[in-house]
């Protein structure tokens, strides 16, 4: 539970996420449940997509019609709290921040990690990007079996 461990509950998990069928095109994932001071989700979306409200402590909402899974709000969040996701052919495709080093590499098998930092499953990473306007957090493109769609949230090395 939240409030107790950090750990956002299924439920809470499910109340962010599109209908299934809108996911057969990339979404952003806002996974912001506390009401705080921030917006740059919403100040970074180049299609209108996220909005905040006039109270700056809103939660942010995702127009998912106007989302086009761009992922640049996803290293534009200071909270690490965004990711895009696609499904396809039983697979997950999942854009996350990432913020350690050393940072993966194509083609490489990491560990799928849910938000309580188990290892779920595998994750192959299929692209790595890293320009000068997102400020050192790489945006890592990764493949997820689609069975971990609700669970997966990040990566971790296999040693």
Not at 2 to 22: F, I
Not at 23 to 51: Q, V
Not at 114 to 136: C, F, H, M, S
Request: with cysteine; glycine share 6%; net charge neutral.
């Amino acid at each position: 539970m939240l409030v107790k461990d950090g750990v956002a509950t299924k439920e809470q998990v499910y109340t962010r996420y599109p209908a299934h069928e809108l996911l057969i095109k990339p979404k952003a994932i806002i996974e912001c449940y506390e009401s705080i001071p921030c917006n740059p989700c919403s100040t970074s979306c180049p299609f209108g997509a996220i909005t905040i409200g006039d109270d700056i402590n809103n939660l942010p909402k995702v127009d998912f019609d106007k989302c086009t899974g761009c992922g640049v709000c996803v290293y534009s969040c200071p909270g690490l709290a965004i990711m895009v996701c696609e499904i396809f052919e039983n697979k997950a495709r999942f854009k996350i921040p990432y913020e350690f080093l050393p940072y993966p590499k194509e083609n490489e098998v990491w560990h799928a990690v849910n938000r309580k930092g188990e290892v779920i499953g595998d994750a192959l990473i299929e692209k790595v990007t890293l320009t000068k306007r997102q400020d050192r957090t790489v945006l890592v493109q990764v493949l997820v079996d689609e069975i971990l769609l609700y669970d997966f949230v990040t990566i971790r090395r296999k040693l």
